[in-house]
C-alpha cells in the first residue's frame, strides 16, 4: 500500500470523538463534547421544513444566501452597533471549524508562523500545520486564564503571519477585556500579522460582561478575520452553519479558497437561519446558559470536585479533581466514563504538549435532569 503524507502532528482522534465515542459505549451521561441535549426553537425547525416546501433545496450563491447575509448584518448593526456590507464582508461557511481553516488557509504561507494560546480549541494547530505554517502556541495564564502580553512580543518574529483567539474562551470559560484588545492592537500595530478571531461564544456570555468583538475595533478589523457559528447562538451544532466576517480585500482572498472548498453551504438552513434571525427571537440563550452554568456549579458543591473560577462565558466549566484522585487528567476522564458513567474532556488534549493540570472540562449546555442525573452519579465519588 503507497503510504501518505501525514499534513499535522496531531496524533489519534479528536478527543470530543474519543469522549462521545466512549460515553455512548459505555451509556455514560455525556457532558464532555460541547452540544445542547434539549430542542432548538420550535420556529425554527418549522422554518427548515418550510425552506424545503418553498424549494429552496438546490445550491446557494458561493458567499451565502443575500438574506442570510443581510440578516446577519442587520443583527450585527443591532447588537454591535458597526456596519457590514453583506455582499463584500461576510461568507457564509458550514461551520466555524471551517471558517478557521479557510481563513488560516487565506493567511498562511509553508514557513510562516502562526500564534495561538492555550489551552486551545484543537483544530487550531493542525489547521495551522495542513497550511505549511509552524505553530507557536502560548500558555495563558491560570486560574484566570488571562493573556501574558510580554510572552505575545517575545514570540513575535517576521515569520510570524497570523495569530488567533478565542472569547468567550473554550474550554476555560475567560472573556477577553477592552484592555487586551487594546494590548493586542499595540503589539501587531507595526507587524504583518493578521488576526482570527474565533468568536463563536459571543453570545454565551454571563454576569453581565459584555463581549467585545474584534469588529469593535476599527484598527484591529483592518486586520481580522471574525468566525462565528450558528450552532452556538441557535443550539443547533449539527447544522454545522457558521459565518466569517472580514474586510472586502480579505473576503475575497476567502471566497477565492471556500470557492473550492465547499463552494456552498446548505440552502434550507441558511433559509430557515435567515428568517429566524430577522424574527428577532434569537437572544434568549444567553439567560438560559446563565441559568445551567449556575444550576451547575450549584449541584457541583455536593460533589467533590473544585470549581476555582466560574466560567463568564462559553458552556464549560472546569474543575479540579485532587480530592477524588491524583491520575493524570486523561486517565481519570476515561475512568469516569467508564467506571462512573459521566463523560468529561481532559483539560490536557487542549495543549500541544499535553500540558496535565489536573483539570477536566463540562459542558453545562444540558436538561437540568440531565445535570441532576450526571451530578447524583459525581456525589458517590
Ligand atoms: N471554535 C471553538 C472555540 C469551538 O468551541 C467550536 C465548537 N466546536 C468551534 C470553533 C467550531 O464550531 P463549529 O461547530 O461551527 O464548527
Ligand atoms: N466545540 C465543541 C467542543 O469543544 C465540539 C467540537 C467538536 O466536536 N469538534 O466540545
Request: charged share 20%.
Amino acid at each position: 500500500m503507497i503510504q501518505l503524507p501525514s499534513k499535522h502532528s496531531a496524533t489519534g482522534n479528536t478527543i470530543f470523538a474519543v469522549m462521545s465515542g466512549l460515553a455512548q459505549q459505555y451509556g455514560a451521561i455525556n457532558l464532555s463534547q460541547g452540544f445542547p441535549d434539549f430542542q432548538i426553537d420550535e420556529q425554527l425547525s418549522d422554518l427548515l421544513a418550510e425552506a424545503t416546501r418553498l424549494g429552496f433545496n438546490q445550491y446557494a450563491p458561493m458567499p451565502g444566501l443575500p438574506m442570510l447575509r443581510a440578516a446577519i448584518a442587520a443583527d450585527f448593526k443591532k447588537r454591535y452597533q458597526v456596519d457590514i456590507d453583506p455582499d463584500t464582508e461576510i461568507t457564509i461557511t458550514p461551520g466555524a471549524t471551517y471558517g478557521i481553516y479557510t481563513a488560516f488557509s487565506a493567511i498562511l504561507q509553508k514557513g510562516d508562523e502562526a500564534i495561538l494560546f492555550e489551552p486551545a480549541y484543537d483544530s487550531y494547530i493542525p489547521n495551522i500545520e495542513m497550511n505549511g505554517a509552524k505553530a507557536i502556541p502560548i500558555a495563558l495564564t491560570a486560574p484566570g486564564f488571562a493573556v501574558d502580553w510580554d510572552k505575545v512580543k517575545a514570540a513575535i518574529t517576521p515569520k510570524t503571519k497570523a495569530l488567533i483567539l478565542n472569547t468567550p474562551h473554550n474550554p476555560t470559560g475567560s472573556v477577553w477585556s477592552k484592555s487586551d484588545w487594546e494590548e493586542l492592537a499595540d503589539v501587531v500595530r507595526d507587524t504583518d500579522i493578521v488576526i482570527i478571531s474565533d468568536e463563536v461564544y459571543e453570545q454565551l456570555i454571563f454576569d453581565g460582561v459584555k463581549h467585545y468583538s474584534v469588529l469593535e475595533h476599527p484598527e484591529l478589523r483592518s486586520r481580522s478575520f471574525a468566525t462565528y457559528s450558528f450552532g452556538k447562538a441557535y443550539n443547533n451544532t449539527g447544522w454545522k452553519m457558521g459565518y466569517c466576517i472580514a474586510p472586502p480585500a480579505y473576503t475575497q482572498a476567502y471566497r477565492r479558497l471556500h470557492q473550492f472548498l465547499s463552494f456552498s453551504v446548505n440552502t434550507p438552513a441558511q433559509y430557515a437561519l435567515a428568517k429566524h434571525i430577522a424574527s428577532g427571537k434569537a437572544s434568549a440563550v444567553r439567560s438560559m446558559m446563565e441559568g445551567k452554568r449556575n444550576y451547575f456549579i450549584e449541584l457541583m458543591k455536593e460533589t467533590p470536585f473544585t470549581i476555582q473560577t466560574p466560567a463568564r462565558g462559553s458552556y464549560f466549566q472546569l474543575a479540579t479533581y485532587e480530592a477524588i484522585s491524583d491520575m493524570p487528567d486523561t486517565e481519570f476522564a476515561i475512568w469516569l466514563t467508564k467506571e462512573h458513567g459521566v463523560a468529561t474532556i481532559p483539560v490536557s488534549a487542549f495543549y500541544h504538549n499535553k500540558k496535565d493540570d489536573k483539570l477536566i472540562r463540562f459542558c453545562f449546555a444540558k436538561k437540568e435532569e440531565t445535570l441532576e442525573q450526571a451530578v447524583a452519579k459525581l456525589k458517590l465519588l
